[in-house]
T-cell receptor, first 107, second 113 residues
Framework: DAKTTQPTSMDCAEGRAANLPCNHSTISGNEYVYWYRQIHSQGPQYIIHGLKNNETNEMASLIITEDRKSSTLILPHATLRDTAVYYCIAGDYKLSFGAGTTVTVRA | NAGVTQTPKFRVLKTGQSMTLLCAQDMNHEYMYWYRQDPGMGLRLIHYSVGEGTTAKGEVPDGYNVSRLKKQNFLLGLESAAPSQTSVYFC????????????FGPGTRLTVT
């Protein structure tokens, strides 16, 4: 799996968009970018994944740069329930989680 | 539809004791995984299975064994528990290896004294 680099933490105002960056400069051509989040001590929850194209689902949008060396997860309207640790993973199905970004949504 | 369930939720072992953690999924998924999460860290893959009767080593397999005799169940065994195995253990399952998300269970908190 490619190594990923994420900010340790970030704050976001409720109702505003949250933009979470991730660097994965060593990603190979057949490796996907996955985003998961973990709320408190629960099991991680899948958010979104992509290979080359930008992706959107009911939870978030994933923007992948053309060279695929970085990506951004966008939570369009953050709520207090989005407070969690967000993990960016670049690789295959054998997921390798780093430390992630602790996102705190403030009222 | 219960999704992924794990048994037990909590367990305390003494060094040298053995135990088996059970993971069950009712989604007919082919792939199943065992991860461990140490305090303040991300999850690390212990073992995984790509189908009934198959198992493979992940990132941190030492000290653990697994079995997948039935498609819906994935067992993680500790033959001789050590304090370094104190962790939260998560099981997950998925349809396929690339295109599908992994569904995680609620975790088992294991303490080895």
């Amino acid at each position: 799996d490619a190594k990923t680099t994420q900010p340790t933490s970030m704050d976001c105002a409720e109702g505003r968009a949250a933009n979470l960056p991730c660097n994965h400069s060593t990603i190979s051509g057949n490796e996907y970018v996955y985003w998961y989040r973990q709320i408190h001590s629960q099991g991680p929850q899948y958010i979104i994944h992509g290979l080359k194209n930008n992706e959107t689902n009911e939870m978030a949008s994933l923007i992948i740069t053309e060279d695929r060396k970085s990506s951004t997860l966008i939570l369009p309207h953050a709520t207090l329930r989005d407070t969690a640790v967000y993990y960016c993973i670049a690789g295959d199905y054998k997921l390798s989680f780093g430390a992630g970004t602790t996102v705190t949504v403030r009222a | 539809n219960a999704g992924v369930t794990q048994t037990p939720k909590f367990r305390v072992l003494k060094t040298g004791q053995s135990m088996t953690l059970l993971c069950a999924q009712d989604m007919n998924h082919e792939y199943m995984y065992w991860y461990r999460q140490d305090p303040g860290m991300g999850l690390r893959l212990i073992h995984y299975s790509v189908g009934e009767g198959t198992t493979a080593k992940g990132e941190v397999p030492d000290g653990y064994n697994v079995s997948r005799l039935k498609k819906q169940n994935f067992l993680l065994g500790l033959e001789s528990a050590a304090p370094s195995q104190t962790s939260v253990y998560f099981c997950a399952s998925s349809w396929d290896k690339i295109s599908y998300e992994q569904y995680f269970g609620p975790g088992t908190r294991l303490t080895v004294t």
